[in-house]
């Protein structure tokens, strides 16, 4: 994991291509359950840790369903942690009450604000715009490709994507699938990353033992 997360922090350190001088990165996978929340949380850790710059671990779904696009609501749905320079934007929930107060706000609004929240993943993407004006860093945990369009939507949308693989279990057509979905959305795709590798000891060294 250490590898990786080197060659991921050189590769984040070149400018963003977005406004707002912050790199976004989604991280996903082709199948559920492959790591992708623990392997956000492990990067988020130390690229805070590291750069010593705000960081912001967002879950994808929540940031399609609720809405921060004033920036002043950041503060409200992006709470800090017991590690420095880092927050996290958490999953349904935490976030409710804000929700509620959106949904009032929004019955006297114009017709403006009511047809962006129809569609979540516009919503999501003008989210991620006002959160880039308020962290350095953005960490997505996405959901896998084969159940949600949220990583494919909001790919070009980032600087990059991070893909997934579960060891002996993820599928080399699967790996190939998900590099074609993500260049084809128009997605830059940073790399994969292998996760749940098991380091066995090998037979000739229970020998010498």
Known sequence: MQQYLQVFINSIQK??????????????????????????QSFGVEIA????????IADASQLSRINIMQYERVGQCCFPTDVPNLWNLPPAGVCDEVEKENEMENRNADSFLPALRNDPFTNAANNLQTLRFAFDYIL????????????????PETDGVMVVVEADRTRREQIQNAQHTIKA???????????????????????RL
């Open 15 to 40: 400018k963003s291509r977005k406004p707002g001088n912050c790199f976004a990165v989604a991280f996903t996978s082709y199948e559920p359950e492959e790591g992708v929340s623990y392997v956000t």
């Open 49 to 56: 840790k590291r750069t010593k710059k705000r960081t912001l």
């Open 140 to 155: 997505l945990d996405c959901p896998a490709l084969t159940v949600s369009d949220e990583a494919i939507f909001l790919s």
């Open 185 to 207: 959305a128009d997605g830059n795709l940073l790399g994969f990353i292998l996760n749940k590798r098991q380091y066995t000891v090998p037979d000739w060294l229970y020998k």
